[in-house]
C-alpha cells in the first residue's frame, strides 16, 4: 500500500512538472502531427497511388496514421529519458533514497506520467487525422484492441526509455539517445510496405519490431485479418517491456 501511495505522489510531481514545461508536451505531441501532415500533403497523393485500392491522399492517410501513433510513442521515450536524466544529475534522487519512501516509486511515476503524454499525444494525432480525412471501418472492439496494443508497446518503451535516462549520464546525452526509436518506423512499414524496399533493406523492415506492431495496429483499426501481427506486436512489447524495466531497476539501484 506504501508503494502504491508513494507512487501516486511521484505521479503527481511529475504531472507538474510536465504543466510547468508545456513546451516539452508541445514537442512530444507536435512532431507526429508535422510528420502526419507533411507526408499526407506533400507525398501522399504520389505514395498512395502506389497502395492500389483507389490510391491518392485518401488511401494513404489511412495507411500512414498506424505508423504515425506508433512514432509518438517513439517520440514520447525522449521526453522520459530527458526527465530521468534531469532528476538523477540535480541530486534529487539522492535526497529521495534518504526518505521512507518506497524506492520503485520514483521510476513509477515517471513511467506512469509518460504513459499518460503519450496517450494525450495519440488522442491529438487521431483527431488530426480524423480532422483531415481517416476513415476507419473497425468497430468499437477493434479500436479497443488496437488501444490496448499501443498501451502495451507505450509501457514497454517508456520502461527503455527511462533506462535510457538513467545511463545517460547528461540530459543532453538522454535527449539524443532514444533519437534513432523515432527512425525505425520510417524503416518499417510505417510509411510504405515493405515489399516496396530493395532486399537488404525489406529484410531489416519485416524483422525489427515496429513493423509487427505497426501491422498490427493498422489491421485493427482498418478492420483487415491481423494475421499473426497482434501475437508478434505483444511479444516484442514483452520482451522491450519486461528488459526495460530489468535494466532500468538495475541501474536505479546501482
Known amino acids: 500500500m506504501n508503494a502504491i501511495l508513494d507512487s501516486a505522489t511521484m505521479l503527481r510531481r511529475q504531472i507538474k512538472h510536465l504543466s510547468r514545461y508545456p513546451a516539452l508536451?508541445?514537442?512530444?505531441?507536435?512532431?507526429?502531427?508535422?510528420?502526419?501532415?507533411?507526408?499526407?500533403?506533400?507525398?501522399?497523393?504520389?505514395?498512395?497511388d502506389g497502395l492500389g485500392g483507389l490510391g491518392g491522399r485518401a488511401e494513404y492517410i489511412n495507411y500512414i496514421t498506424p505508423g504515425i501513433l506508433i512514432m509518438a510513442v517513439a517520440g514520447a521515450a525522449q521526453s522520459?529519458?530527458?526527465?530521468?536524466?534531469?532528476?538523477?544529475?540535480?541530486?534529487?534522487?539522492?535526497?529521495?533514497?534518504?526518505?521512507?519512501?518506497?524506492?520503485?516509486?520514483?521510476?513509477?511515476?515517471?513511467v506512469v506520467g509518460s504513459i499518460l503524454q503519450t496517450v494525450f499525444s495519440m488522442v491529438v494525432v487521431v483527431g488530426v487525422a480524423l480532422l483531415i480525412g481517416f476513415r476507419s471501418p473497425a468497430d468499437l472492439?477493434?479500436?479497443?484492441?488496437?488501444?490496448?496494443?499501443?498501451?502495451?508497446?507505450?509501457?514497454?518503451f517508456t520502461w527503455f526509455s527511462v533506462a535510457l535516462g538513467l545511463i545517460a549520464g547528461t540530459v543532453e546525452i538522454a535527449s539524443n539517445l532514444p533519437l534513432p526509436l523515432m527512425l525505425l518506423p520510417m524503416l518499417g512499414s510505417g510509411f510504405v510496405p515493405t515489399a516496396s524496399m530493395p532486399g537488404g533493406l525489406?529484410?531489416?523492415?519485416?524483422?525489427?519490431?515496429?513493423?509487427?506492431?505497426?501491422?498490427?495496429?493498422?489491421?485493427?483499426?482498418?478492420?483487415?485479418?491481423?494475421?499473426?501481427?497482434v501475437w508478434l506486436a505483444l511479444l516484442w512489447s514483452a520482451i522491450i517491456g519486461v528488459g526495460g524495466y530489468v535494466w532500468a531497476k538495475k541501474l536505479y539501484n546501482r
Open 25 to 48: 508536451t508541445m514537442m512530444t505531441m507536435g512532431t507526429p502531427v508535422i510528420f502526419l501532415l507533411l507526408f499526407v500533403y506533400v507525398f501522399g497523393g504520389t505514395l498512395g
Open 80 to 110: 522520459t529519458a530527458t526527465s530521468v536524466a534531469t532528476d538523477m544529475t540535480e541530486g534529487i534522487v539522492a535526497r529521495f533514497r534518504t526518505m521512507a519512501i518506497a524506492r520503485v516509486s520514483v521510476l513509477t511515476g515517471h
Open 141 to 156: 472492439t477493434g479500436w479497443l484492441a488496437a488501444g490496448g496494443v499501443l498501451l502495451a508497446v507505450s509501457l514497454a
Open 202 to 229: 525489406r529484410w531489416f523492415a519485416e524483422n525489427q519490431p515496429f513493423t509487427p506492431i505497426i501491422e498490427a495496429v493498422r489491421s485493427l483499426v482498418t478492420g483487415t485479418p491481423p494475421g499473426n501481427s
